[in-house]
């Protein structure tokens, strides 16, 4: 199913507009990572760990919104994606309620750090970092996608922040909340956490 299907069987075919929207956004030329493909791939995950979520369609909601705005240059994505999504769901008659919980998923990806209770935003961000636990060289086109956003910022610069990126993610006790993703991708992902950091340290890319 193509995303714009797979979209309209979401929000509807009223919804039709804001579906082709968001995917011109994601295909924006400016993007290596935070495209279309990785909006597919955190669908497709969302929809194998949907038992887990209290409301899988907000997830899915939330999904398509998590990275609608995305400017490597500034640092309030995310909050600009919850506002668009609350401005455009209010409009095809999604509940205030839904509308409120699919901008809080939003918000909650800045630090893919949901509670112990929240369900839903635990499949979110197993789905959106799931990347981090890909095989290896899946892993390093994603790392160089990452540079490649970034490719205004300074090498030394770079180097320094995504490194202080990635021990706040291999400190953290887990880094997935799902028993299936915990299972699939934590052990891989502080495997390539750690390569890519020793890489950094070293001077490489």
């Known amino acids: 199913m193509d995303l714009l299907r797979r979209w309209i069987a979401l929000a509807g075919e009223d919804a039709r507009d804001i579906g082709a929207h968001l995917i011109a956004c994601y295909r924006r030329p400016h993007r290596r990572h935070h495209t279309a493909a990785h909006l597919t791939a955190v669908l497709d995950l969302i929809d194998e760990l949907a038992g887990y979520a209290d409301d ?57 750090d949901p509670g112990p209770d929240d369900r839903n935003g635990r499949v979110l961000c197993d789905a959106d970092l799931a990347v981090v636990g890909a ?60 390569a890519e950091l020793a890489l950094l340290q070293a001077g490489g890319r």
């Open 56 to 112: 899988p369609d907000l997830v899915r909601l939330a999904a398509w919104f998590h990275d609608a705005v995305y400017d490597p240059r500034r640092g309030d994505n995310e909050e600009r994606s919850a506002v668009k999504a609350e401005r455009m769901l209010a409009g095809i008659g999604l509940p205030p309620r839904a509308v409120a919980e699919v901008a809080r998923l939003v918000r909650l990806t800045v630090a893919h």
């Open 135 to 194: 095989d290896p060289k899946t892993y390093a086109a994603y790392a160089a996608a990452v540079r490649e956003e970034y490719a205004f910022v300074p090498e030394e610069r770079f180097r320094a922040g995504r490194a202080e990126v990635l021990r706040s993610l291999l400190d953290r006790p887990e880094l997935f909340h799902t028993p299936v993703a915990r299972a699939r991708f934590e052990a891989p992902a502080r495997r390539n956490l750690r």
